[in-house]
C-alpha cells in the first residue's frame, strides 16, 4: 500500500529537550511538507522540501529544522528553542510542489512537559 | 484578516439535511482545496479545483474565481460525515493557505 507513515501517533518529552518526528512515504512524489495544527487555527506551514538535499523554510520554521536526505524521508526536529512546541504536527507529500494535491500522513501528537 | 475564511466556524445538522459550507480567499490562487479532518486527525482530500464544479458521490465543490468564493455541498448528509472541513488555497509554488476550518456535527 502506498502513503505517508508519521510515528509516533503520540509524543511526549520534557521542555529543554529535542525530538525528532518521522516521517516516510512511497510515493514517489518530489515535494514533502511539514505542517503545524493548533487549536482554532488554520495549519501553518513549517517547512517544505521540493526535491533531495533542498528545503525552504515556511511561514513559522523557527525552532524547527529538517533535512531531506532520502527521497522518501522527511524527518523534522522540534528544538528547545522552539517556544510553544505542543501541538499537531502533520507530513504530507505531493508529486511536485506546484498546483498539485497533497496526501497528508496521520500526524503525531507533541506534548511537551 | 486571514486569507481564507471559512463560514460558518460550526455546523451541526440532522441526518438527511442538505450542508453549505462556504470559503473566500483574498489572494490570486492556481487551485483550492477542500479537506477532510476526522476525529483522529488524519486529513484526507476531497477536491482540488480552479474553475467550476467537482462531484464525488454526494459531495459537490464549487469555485467562482471572479468572486474568490468557494462552496462545498454534502447532500443527504449522514453522522459519519461529522469531521472538520478544511479549505486552502494554492498561490505561490503550490503552498497553501489554509482557513481554520468548519466542524460539522451531523445527528441520527
Known amino acids: 500500500d502506498g502513503g505517508i507513515t508519521q510515528s509516533p501517533k503520540y509524543l511526549f518529552r520534557k521542555e529543554g529537550q529535542n525530538v525528532t518526528l518521522s516521517c516516510e512515504q512511497n510515493?514517489?512524489?518530489?515535494?514533502m511538507y511539514w505542517y503545524r495544527q493548533d487549536p482554532g487555527q488554520g495549519l501553518r506551514l513549517i517547512y517544505y522540501?521540493?526535491?533531495?538535499?533542498?528545503?525552504q523554510k515556511g511561514d513559522i520554521a523557527e525552532g524547527y529544522s529538517v533535512s531531506r536526505e532520502k527521497k522518501e524521508s522527511f524527518p523534522l526536529t522540534v528544538t528547545s528553542a522552539q517556544k510553544n512546541p505542543t501541538a499537531f504536527y502533520l507530513c504530507?507529500?505531493?508529486?511536485?510542489?506546484?498546483?498539485?494535491?497533497?496526501?497528508f500522513g496521520p500526524g503525531t501528537r507533541l506534548t511537551v512537559l | 484578516k486571514n486569507e481564507v475564511e471559512q463560514s460558518p466556524q460550526n455546523l451541526t445538522a440532522q441526518e438527511g439535511e442538505f450542508i453549505t459550507i462556504n470559503c473566500s480567499y483574498s489572494?490570486?490562487?492556481?487551485?483550492l482545496h477542500w479537506l477532510q479532518q476526522h476525529p483522529g486527525g488524519g486529513i484526507v482530500s476531497l477536491f482540488m479545483?480552479?474553475?467550476g464544479k467537482k462531484k464525488h458521490g454526494r459531495l459537490i465543490a464549487t469555485i467562482n474565481i471572479q468572486e474568490k468564493h468557494s462552496s462545498l455541498h454534502i447532500t443527504a448528509s449522514h453522522p459519519r460525515d461529522s469531521a472538520v472541513y478544511i479549505c486552502?488555497?494554492?498561490?505561490?509554488?503550490?503552498?497553501?493557505?489554509f482557513g481554520q476550518g468548519t466542524i460539522l456535527t451531523v445527528h441520527p
Open positions: 504530507a507529500s505531493s508529486p511536485r510542489v506546484v498546483y498539485n494535491e497533497q496526501f
Open positions: 510515493l514517489n512524489h518530489d515535494a
Open positions: 522540501s521540493q526535491i533531495v538535499n533542498d528545503f
Open positions: 489572494v490570486g490562487i492556481s487551485a
Open positions: 479545483l480552479s474553475s
Open positions: 486552502a488555497v494554492s498561490a505561490s509554488y503550490g503552498k497553501l493557505t
